[in-house]
């Protein structure tokens, strides 16, 4: 199977059945219509819808969520009116279950055939369970709307033909000027071994670094997010933050008490009206209205002991001076200039031009190094995710869910 390239649609549609299938369904329709006559629906029958619409799901994600079944079994029974279920409220209840049953039942299936994003969780299955641990926790699965979080090694590769490749590009990224085309390739041909690391061996950070120089430079953590979710990071974050700008500023200036003081400050600190400022204030500000702790995110050169980065688990660190780029490395040093980005307790990269920049590069960071949201910027990041970004369908929390509602009033 090739990667992924659409996140789970907006509206489920139904896919085309067999011939034979659909020829069924065709007449129970317009029986359906005609008299009101629900189908009968034979075993064979079933089994050849539910196995259809399995396939269909798992091109979207291996493991849908609740609502993602009730999404597909609404389609189905509004699509075939005659598949609808009597003395059911909502008429696809059971069609809910069995496709939950179903769905478990194809992964099994592709676990046989060595699926890498279901064979990684396949001993988390009764007794199996790795030190007797449920077998539904610590599940392998995407939770920020990735469409590849584990993909299958390329066809005729295997992980030591990858690592021959890895070693072909790290060399490269030691020349003065690397090819942008051989990076761009092997970095291509690369991506299921990194994710099989990023997501199954969970290296640190500097180990990373040190095995994919490439990935630390911003053209490269773009590519990543975009295959890993199939978005481009820059102008999708960029575009969104203006469009919703606006709003944000009068949203800010309404708000009164403790919050609405912090947000006036952050106003009246804004330099000018430019986009990269107004971009900044947005970002400055979202976290205080979203109730989070941006005071540990955003630091200043002022602030930048060797204790304070090294305590820093994901932040920001912005400096006014002006100095050379340096390239990404890892240390406690302050940034010379522009902002740099915390992850671990050390400055991965430096010298980045903008606040927005930087944090749309961390963003992508998160994502390419397989990081979980900071609890102290949880529900900035899941807005960036789902509302500036539109990625996953997860049911937001009542801060983000209600700034959302504000922003389309």
Known sequence: MSTRTLQWPGEFEIPKFSVDVEYRLRQGNLLYLRDGANLKVTKELKHDILQK????????????????????????????????????????????????????????????????????????????SPDGEHPRKNIKKAKKGELNFLPDFPDGMDEDKLEELRQHLAHEMKKAHPSTAIVNRYMDLTFALRRKEAVHDKPPIAEILHRWPALFTESQICYEF?????????????????QIAPNMIEIFKKKTGTMGQKLNQIILEAKTTTP?????????????????????????SSDATDELVAETAVGLLMSPADGAHQPPSCSHQPPSSGVAIILEGSILMADIETLPQAFYILFGLVYALHLDYPRYMRNTFNFVQHVLLNIGKEKLNAKVQTLKNQLTM
């Not at 291996?62 to 189905?76: H, I, M």
């Not at 592709?110 to 064979?119: F, I, N």
């Not at 975009?226 to 203006?242: P, Y």
């Not at 204030?281 to 976290?287: A, C, D, K, N």
Request: aromatic fraction near 10%; proline fraction near 5%; glycine fraction near 10%.
């Open 276 to 300: 990269t400022d107004i971009r900044c204030l947005v970002l400055r500000g979202l976290p205080v209205i979203l109730g989070d702790d941006p005071g540990v995110f955003f630091r200043t």
């Open 53 to 128: 619409l399995a396939e269909t799901m798992y091109t979207f994600q291996p493991y849908p969520d609740p609502g993602n079944f009730e999404e597909v079994a609404k389609a189905l029974v509004q699509t075939h009116p005659c598949l609808k279920e009597r003395g059911s409220s909502s008429g696809f209840a059971g069609w809910v279950n069995s496709l939950k049953f179903k769905m478990g039942n194809y992964r099994t299936k592709l676990r046989q055939m060595g699926r890498r994003d279901v064979t990684i969780n396949s001993r988390r299955r009764g007794g199996m």
């Open 226 to 242: 975009n295959r890993i979710v199939g978005k481009n990071l820059s102008i999708s974050f960029l575009q969104a933050l203006d």
